[in-house]
């Protein structure tokens, strides 16, 4: 195996068996409740540039998780694709942010069934603005957090170092909650 290869393996594994928040060193300052949401533009998995602000009006669900197909992001991708239909009834979107390519994105869709948009970062510029980039074993990969949006495009909720296992329904419950109370 190619050292590279192996560095890679090791990055799976570490991801697998440690969890994303806990391995990455520190990096930009994340966005605050409170304050509107950085706007971005970046491609999908089949290409098309998607930008926050085309969602004036929507909840969004903006998730930024470290690898395609590794065990912790395929669970939290899985749940949110389950619970899809849920987030559509509350007038919510669901956009994954990764360091990965949009092939990359592509197979991880084909495979898993996944119908929300992924979207890729490979310069690294929005996951920085959300305060999301760590770096393990130099590689750049982003840190498992997510930023709730309300649909005037302000910062509501985040989590930050997120356990994939129930984090859709925590993000559903707390969209559930916000619309009851404004």
């Known amino acids: 195996?190619?050292?590279?290869?192996?560095?890679?393996?090791?990055?799976?594994?570490?991801?697998?068996?440690?969890?994303?928040?806990?391995?990455?060193?520190?990096?930009?300052?994340?966005?605050?409740?409170?304050?509107?949401?950085?706007?971005?533009?970046?491609?999908?998995?089949?290409?098309?540039?998607?930008?926050?602000?085309?969602?004036?009006?929507?909840?969004?669900?903006?998730?930024?998780?470290?690898?395609?197909?590794?065990?912790?992001c395929t669970i939290e991708a899985r749940n949110f694709q389950h619970d899809l239909s849920k987030f559509e009834a509350v007038n919510a979107v669901i956009l994954g942010v990764s360091v990965d390519s949009v092939k990359s994105h592509q197979a991880f869709c084909t495979k898993d069934g996944l119908h929300f948009k992924l979207l890729s970062d490979t310069g690294t510029g929005?996951?920085?603005?959300?305060?999301?980039?760590?770096?393990?074993?130099?590689?750049?990969?982003?840190?498992?957090?997510?930023?709730?949006?309300?649909?005037?495009?302000?910062?509501?909720?985040?989590?930050i170092g997120v356990d994939p296992t129930g984090h859709s329904a925590e993000v559903l419950q707390a969209i559930q909650s916000m619309k009851k109370t404004s």
Do not use: C
């Not at 440690?18 to 949401?37: K, N």
């Not at 540039?49 to 998780?65: A, E």
């Not at 840190?143 to 509501?156: A, D, M, S, Y």
């Open 126 to 159: 929005v996951v920085k603005e959300y305060g999301s980039l760590g770096n393990y074993m130099g590689f750049k990969i982003a840190k498992r957090n997510t930023f709730l949006i309300n649909p005037e495009g302000k910062i509501v909720k985040e989590w």
């Open 1 to 72: 195996m190619h050292g590279w290869k192996i560095a890679a393996a090791v990055v799976v594994v570490a991801l697998a068996t440690f969890g994303a928040s806990q391995m990455f060193a520190a990096s930009d300052a994340v966005p605050q409740v409170g304050q509107m949401a950085p706007n971005f533009t970046l491609p999908s998995q089949n290409g098309t540039k998607i930008s926050l602000d085309q969602y004036h009006g929507k909840w969004v669900v903006l998730y930024f998780y470290p690898k395609d197909q590794t065990p912790g």
